[in-house]
């Protein structure tokens, strides 16, 4: 008897338009199997259903593994500042994955691996998070802010202290001899 079940291959029919470089890391049917779709990990990012598009893992804000069901909280880019991109949290969504093999593991070690830097800060009338995130493809971090809900995000005050406490991540995580 074997020690572990090896797990089939994705069905092609399930298997989303992947780029060139992109490999399937692991897949689990969502739901009862029959018809609800299939989330896939890949190196590049998370393939959910209903989607025509790959979430990469740096715009994954959240991803929670109840032992039933996964729960993907997605980012939206909503500005663009000079260095940083600022995110809002799009809704979560939920699969239930009754055969979930190793996509639960895949998930955390990607999201996980995507984040070199997060420091949660106050700023004038609220806070947020600064994070930088490596992403697939790219050099170094890309820079975002995740502000709290309520915080003043049009307040120059607010875009000030962002801007210095970025620009402080960015010096503390740049090598010293480049």
Do not use: C
Not at 32 to 38: F, L, W, Y
């Amino acid at each position: 008897m074997p020690l572990f079940r090896r797990r089939p291959k994705l069905p092609p029919a399930d298997r989303p338009p992947l780029e060139r470089d992109e490999r399937v890391l692991a897949w689990a049917a969502v739901g009862n199997g029959e018809g609800d779709g299939v989330v896939v990990a890949t190196n590049l990012g998370l393939w959910l259903p209903g989607r025509g598009h790959r979430i990469g893992w740096h715009d994954v804000v959240k991803a929670v593994w109840s032992g039933r069901e996964l729960t993907v909280t997605p980012g939206e880019r909503v500005a663009e500042r000079d260095g940083y991109l600022v995110v809002a949290d799009l809704p979560a969504e939920r699969y239930l994955l009754l055969d979930p093999g190793d996509l639960p593991h895949q998930v955390r070690t990607r999201v996980t691996r995507s984040v070199a830097y997060t420091q949660h800060h106050a700023v004038p009338g609220g806070s947020g998070r600064v994070v930088g995130r490596r992403v697939s493809g790219s050099d170094g971090l890309t820079w975002m802010v995740h502000y709290d809900p309520g915080t003043p995000t049009d307040d120059p005050d607010v875009l000030a202290e962002t801007d210095r406490l970025v620009a402080a991540a960015r010096a503390a995580t740049t090598p010293a001899d480049l």
